[in-house]
């Protein structure tokens, strides 16, 4: 009778095991995706459309506030903050690909430049350099922690001292990257 006590007990303790230990396998499967460019793996691990939407909420408020303040005696003002608005959900879209959150998981800031080209990944403008030969250990140095039973964090800090939050939800047994929370904030 003690025995069955047990293994009924193991057997209840599993799953609290998985879905504790889920998080930090999404992470670890994540990173492999992307040192691998692995984008099936990618799509399993992360939620596109809605981390896409949450990043575009967040830049066109930070845009919409410095603009406030920029062209508030501009006639032109509300065409400009459209067209930029614009000009976000296009970079977004752009940019919230596999190699697009490599960089920013290196703590890269997004930038124009910085966006990957719409060329195939075998362009030959890229010159193979050791990065692109190694696995990169993307959450070095990283911060980890539960918001709630069904949200996870990871704060990477980026090459400037600032860190960048990553958010995983869960999603029955697995987990999703859904949103990045970018440094943007404390830019001056």
Sequence with gaps: MKRIAWIIGLLALLPALWIGAGPYLAVADIERGINDKDSERLAERMDFPTLRQNLKD???????????????????GALATGLATTL??????????????????????????????????????????????????????????????????????GQDGRETRFVLQRDGLSWKLVNVILPLDEAT
């Excluded at 066109?60 to 005696?73: N, R």
């Design 88 to 157: 976000v959900d296009g970079l977004v879209d752009a940019f919230i690909t596999p190699a697009g959150l490599a960089s920013l998981m290196d703590g890269e800031r997004p930038s124009v430049g910085s966006l990957p080209s719409s060329s195939t990944p075998s362009s030959p403008t890229r010159k193979p350099d050791q990065e692109q030969t190694q696995d990169r250990d993307l959450f070095k140095n990283a911060r980890h922690s539960y918001d709630s039973l069904s949200r996870f964090s990871v704060w990477v800090p």
């Design 58 to 76: 967040q830049l066109k408020v930070t845009l919409l506030k410095s603009a406030a303040k920029e062209l508030e005696d501009n006639p032109f």
